[in-house]
């Protein structure tokens, strides 16, 4: 039998007849800190399509919402959280992870509640969000764009989500989204080079891209570059002929020696 440890989050604050406990919390508060939970464990699509299956029980004690799950993904989520406390920011975290810690530090400001992460796997407390913490998630540093790539396409299809996969050299593997139309038109494509030019976001600090969206093919022609090169070299040799006084010129460029 697999070995179960939890991770607890705590709920503590004021209301009008003393300090807050489960009878407090509306039922749709309560569906709101499971899926807050769910994401919390589980941030990414991969992680929360083979997820285990996760217990839930409240406690008196304020609010004390006790998760049971595997020994294992409590070690790891607790180590994780104990790192984020040791920081004092949420840059480690998924992005959906991070989101989740910054709801509760706003709901934290405003409301005076305060949020303590604690896990059966450790005796101290691994997270503590009050009005004195400051884990906000950064600004946003992905910015939309557009941009035309160059590489294999070694994947493409889906049923639900219908996209292609291409290695590029700039970016590495990237998924990109597509219609049906767009990956049957044309020629084969499948384990060709192509390029591709597609719309989405790129991190400003990273140049990192996601949420990538195919706008149209463009067929990759190796010469492309000798070709821009020749034309550069040709356009370069017409405006040089062009200049009269060659010498006077060379002579200002190089500051008159």
Excluded: C
């Excluded at 992680?47 to 304020?62: C, F, I, L, Q």
């Amino acid at each position: 039998m697999e070995q179960t440890g939890n991770i607890s989050v705590t709920i503590k604050g004021k209301t009008i007849d003393g300090n807050l406990n489960p009878k407090d919390i509306d039922i749709a508060e309560t569906r709101e800190i499971l899926t807050d939970v769910e994401t919390l464990l589980f941030p990414t699509r991969p992680e929360k399509d083979e997820r285990p299956k996760v217990a839930y029980e409240v406690k008196e004690g304020s609010v004390k919402n006790i998760f049971y799950l595997p020994l294992a993904k409590a070690i790891m989520f607790s180590a994780l959280m104990a790192e984020v406390g040791n920081r004092g920011n949420i840059e480690l975290l998924e992005p959906k992870a991070a989101a989740i810690i910054d709801k509760w530090q706003r709901k934290s400001y405003s409301s005076g509640r305060q949020y303590t992460i604690t896990s059966s796997t450790s005796e101290d407390v691994l997270l503590t969000i009050n009005n004195e913490s400051q884990f906000i998630a950064p600004q946003s540093d992905w910015v939309n764009t557009s941009v035309y790539l160059y590489g294999k396409i070694y994947e493409e299809g889906g049923l639900s989500k219908v996209n292609l996969h291409i290695l590029t050299d700039s970016y590495g593997k990237l998924t990109v989204s597509a219609t049906e139309e767009q990956l049957t038109e044309g020629d084969q494509k499948l384990y060709k080079i192509y390029g591709l030019w597609v719309k989405g976001k790129q991190n400003i600090s990273t140049g990192q891209l996601k949420d990538l969206e195919l706008i149209d093919y463009l067929k990759y022609q190796p010469e492309y570059e000798e070709v821009v090169l020749q034309k550069l070299i040709k356009k370069a040799t017409l405006s040089w002929s062009a200049v009269k006084d060659k010498d006077g010129l060379l002579s200002e460029i190089g500051g008159g020696v």
